[in-house]
């Protein structure tokens, strides 16, 4: 269970409140609430209510859509340090994803209720918030107008090369990189088919960048990944 100390650390890594000073970083802290989840838990699905936000503290988690033919589609990977459901915090707008837990995860929530509480107290918090959410939204245009000049070969180094300076972040050493997921979720994150995704990675493997093993990939040289971004 996260102490009050350790929230307020958690919060100032996340970049969604990089603007804030610490005493707006603690008045964030006072109203987070710690929480867990087990292995493979939904922790909220596409189309429920969004009410609350959530830092996480360990663990990892995805976010996937359904497509319209039954096919889950991942979107996104989060691990420590990482927040989700982020908008909660501004309206009760219905979730655009669902959320799942891909091992135990320790995080902690803030309500939106209680942040746009003290978004009313505190209205500079809310423009410096405004201010860190238009520079992800620039950073996510720009990954986007990148994605669209990029090869599947590119795509897939860069989603692998994430994935594995989060692991490093979290301890991993520097070479022999295990990163827990599916080919099908690398595929979906890189924007590409399955085939092509599974194609790239037999390249990688027989190069020996990379050993594939059921929903792993460890990852023996990560700076060769930069070789196959172009």
Excluded: W
Excluded at 25 to 44: D, S
Excluded at 49 to 57: G, I, L
Excluded at 147 to 157: D, I, K, L, M, P
């Amino acid at each position: 269970m996260a102490t009050a100390e350790e929230s307020l650390s958690l919060l100032g890594q996340v970049p969604v409140f990089e603007t804030l000073a610490p005493d707006d970083l603690q008045r964030v802290a006072e109203v987070a609430v710690p929480r867990t989840f087990p292995a493979h838990h939904v922790i909220f699905r596409e189309g429920d209510e969004s009410d609350t936000c959530y830092v996480v503290r360990a663990g990892h988690a995805r976010a996937v859509r359904e497509h319209a033919d039954g096919r889950m589609i991942a979107l996104a990977h989060f691990g420590p340090g990482d927040i989700f459901g982020e908008l909660a915090m501004f309206d009760a707008e219905r979730r655009s994803a669902t959320v799942e837990t891909l091992d135990d995860v320790q995080a902690i929530a803030v309500l939106g209720a209680d942040m746009r509480r003290l978004l009313r107290s505190h209205p500079d918090i809310a423009v410096k918030l405004v201010i860190s959410l238009g520079r992800r939204l620039r950073e996510a245009n720009e990954r986007l107008a990148r994605q669209s000049f990029q090869t599947v070969q590119s795509r897939v180094a860069v989603v692998l090369d994430g994935l594995v300076r989060q692991a490093q972040e979290e301890g991993a050493d520097s070479r022999d990189v295990l990163v827990k997921i599916t080919q099908a979720d690398i595929a979906q994150l890189a924007g590409s088919s399955r085939e092509s995704a599974s194609r790239f990675l037999a390249v990688l493997e027989r190069a020996g960048v990379i050993t594939q093993g059921r929903g792993r990939i460890t990852v023996h040289d990560p700076g060769a990944l930069a070789n196959y971004v172009y």
